[in-house]
Nanobody, 116 residues
């Protein structure tokens, strides 16, 4: 199994930056992809960005050019660097991992609020 622990949410002003971290533990070798989803109030959960085992990345059009996903293999950690934040980025951000034979696990969620 894989476990995920997130950190880094909080309150930031529009135009500001924030970095989220997601540390994985357990069967690290079986992870196929890790990344972030978000869910704003009254909306469905949506993909933000993913990083695949080989290192390729995938991001939502709404965050391209502003958010960057990266990973530190030595720390088993994936990061989401968020810049030029907008009020519409306000959401609960969930770390996500796909592992083994298409099993899925979610983090507990961390709230990001973009407001002046």
């Amino acid at each position: 199994q894989v476990q995920l622990v997130e950190s880094g949410g909080g309150l930031v002003q529009p135009g500001g930056s924030l970095r989220l971290s997601c540390a994985a533990s357990g069967s690290i070798f079986s992870i196929n992809a890790m990344g972030w989803y978000r869910q704003a109030p009254g909306k469905q959960r949506e993909l933000v960005a993913l990083i695949i085992r080989g290192g390729s990345t995938n991001a939502a059009d709404s965050v391209k050019g502003r958010f960057t996903i990266s990973r530190d293999n030595a720390k088993n950690t994936v990061y989401l660097q968020m810049s030029s934040l907008k009020p519409e980025d306000t959401a609960v951000y969930y770390c996500y991992a796909n592992y083994w034979q298409n099993l899925e696990v979610w983090g507990q969620g961390t709230l990001v609020t973009v407001s002046s």
